[in-house]
T-cell receptor, first 111, second 117 residues
Framework: EDQVTQSPEALRLQEGESSSLNCSYT??????LFWYRQDPGKGPEFLFT???AGEEKEKERLKATLTKKESFLHITAPKPEDSATYLC????????????FGSGTQLTVLP | GAVVSQHPSWVICKSGTSVKIECRSL??????MFWYRQFPKQSLMLMAT?????????EQGVEKDKFLINHASLTLSTLTVTSAHPEDSSFYIC?????????????FGPGTRLTVL
């Protein structure tokens, strides 16, 4: 069974304090791994898609990396506006199912 | 690009009534749309996959007769919660896939908060 586990569940950082969020996954084959940002009461906002181990993508203060077992979302010098829940999802290959989501990491950046 | 809208953004209804939620892709055509449900502080749970011009595919445990999905055009899918009860209160989110089956990226709507009294 496909599984996605995100850690930590919650993370509080001071403004400027860099850190990483983890997404561990178990799938029979990976068609793609996705990172989304979700603000309270809103739908998820697409951030990145990663397709193969070793791939990296960057957007402003965020950088996503992928290995064969996990993905990291690195946040460099975060600002309060980066506070949100970050969701990881996988699209297994050879399956009719679509995205399987992790439970998310709730990030709070304090000024 | 890749904007998805939902209407209404929130709705309050009495138990036993039906509620329709619309999901539209504003600047692209979506042959496939997805409906999710999210409870407070939990992740998204896929309810069904909606394909234009054909019947929706429901996930295990989702009642087809309770959650009616219609994907009548390439830009519109609707979810109707029939005979709603308080336990149906939740945050419903749709998404649309950009491109054909070989593309994976899904873009999400802003969600609809349903409260059943």
């Amino acid at each position: 069974e496909d599984q996605v586990t995100q850690s930590p569940e919650a993370l509080r950082l001071q403004e400027g304090e860099s850190s990483s969020l983890n997404c561990s996954y178990t799938v029979s084959g990976l068609r793609g791994l996705f990172w989304y940002r979700q603000d309270p009461g809103k739908g998820p906002e697409f951030l990145f898609t990663l397709y193969s181990a070793g791939e990296e993508k960057e957007k402003e203060r965020l950088k996503a990396t992928l290995t064969k077992k996990e993905s990291f979302l690195h946040i460099t010098a975060p600002k309060p506006e980066d506070s949100a829940t970050y969701l990881c999802a996988v699209h297994p290959s050879g399956s009719a199912r679509q995205l399987t989501f992790g439970s998310g990491t709730q990030l709070t950046v304090l000024p | 690009g890749a904007v998805v809208s939902q209407h209404p953004s929130w709705v309050i209804c009495k138990s036993g009534t039906s509620v329709k939620i619309e999901c539209r892709s504003l600047d692209f055509q979506a042959t496939t749309m997805f409906w999710y449900r999210q409870f407070p502080k939990q992740s998204l749970m896929l309810m069904a996959t909606s394909n234009e011009g054909s019947k929706a595919t429901y996930e295990q445990g989702v009642e087809k007769d309770k959650f009616l999905i219609n994907h009548a055009s390439l830009t519109l899918s609707t979810l109707t919660v029939t005979s709603a009860h308080p336990e149906d209160s939740s945050f419903y989110i749709c998404s649309a896939r950009v491109g054909g089956p070989s593309y994976n990226e899904q873009f999400f709507g802003p969600g609809t908060r349903l409260t059943v009294l």
